[in-house]
């Protein structure tokens, strides 16, 4: 069966480098929500879409936006990368219609800020 | 605490043992969602329990719901060496009348051959 899609699975970018992360859910799903997991830590919530909109925002810096394609896929950029931005990105899928729904994770994108 | 807090949060014990792994929330919840994560690998997607359900059980898998003391437990049984991963609970969220699965911190488990 298909699984939500990231990539890539690697990145090493530069400080103040800018960063793209891309999600591709699984078909006929119609949320995707982006976390973003630092070393030993928790998945803290970023940022979702429904239906191509923005639903509900967590605790995405000011520097990070996202955004939910036509074809529901959805991309993370990140602008001006900071040490601290090293940390496994995650993209999950749902079909928020119904409340009781699993998310589904991708592999996750692994950033290395140096 | 945040929502969704496991404990313990490192748990070490022999092949063919029994884990179990707790979970505690502050909010109402619509669900309660359990994983599994292999070291810097993906979120897998382990099982749903509902609100209005008390028990659930895949393979090796045991989940219980008490919404009365918003907590939750997950047992494996006759456990494995592959076992060994950290476990996270997600709850939903509700925020702006859409749900988001909410983490807590994970309990670290080892599974000695």
């Known amino acids: 069966a298909a699984g939500v899609i990231q990539s890539p699975r690697h990145l090493i970018k530069e400080k103040r480098e800018t960063a793209t992360l891309k999600c591709y859910p699984i078909p006929r799903h119609d949320t995707v929500y982006w976390y973003q997991q630092g070393p030993g830590q928790d998945p803290q919530f970023l940022i979702s879409?429904?239906?191509?909109?923005?639903?509900d925002k967590g605790s995405i810096p000011d520097r990070f936006s996202a955004q939910q394609f036509s074809d529901y896929h959805s991309e993370l950029n990140m602008s001006s990368l900071e040490l601290g931005d090293s940390a496994l990105y995650f993209c999950?899928?749902?079909?928020?219609?119904?409340?009781?729904?699993?998310?589904?994770f991708g592999q996750g994108t692994r950033l290395t800020v140096v | 605490s945040q929502q969704g807090e496991e404990d313990p949060q490192a748990l070490s014990i022999q092949e063919g043992e029994n884990a179990t792994m707790n979970c505690s929330y502050k909010?109402?919840?619509?669900?309660l969602q359990w994983y599994r994560q292999n070291s810097g690998r993906g979120l897998v997607h382990l099982i749903l329990i509902r609100s209005n359900e008390r028990e659930k059980h895949s393979g090796r898998l045991r989940v219980t719901l008490d919404t009365s003391k918003k907590s939750s437990s997950l047992l494996i049984t006759a456990s494995r060496a592959a076992d060994t991963a950290s476990y996270f609970c997600a709850t939903d969220s509700t925020s702006g009348g859409s749900y988001i699965p909410t983490f807590g911190r994970g309990t670290s488990l080892i599974v000695h051959p």
């Open positions: 879409f429904y239906e191509k909109m923005q639903s």
């Open positions: 999950a899928s749902s079909t928020n219609r119904a409340r009781n729904t699993e998310a589904f």
């Open positions: 909010t109402s919840i619509n669900n």
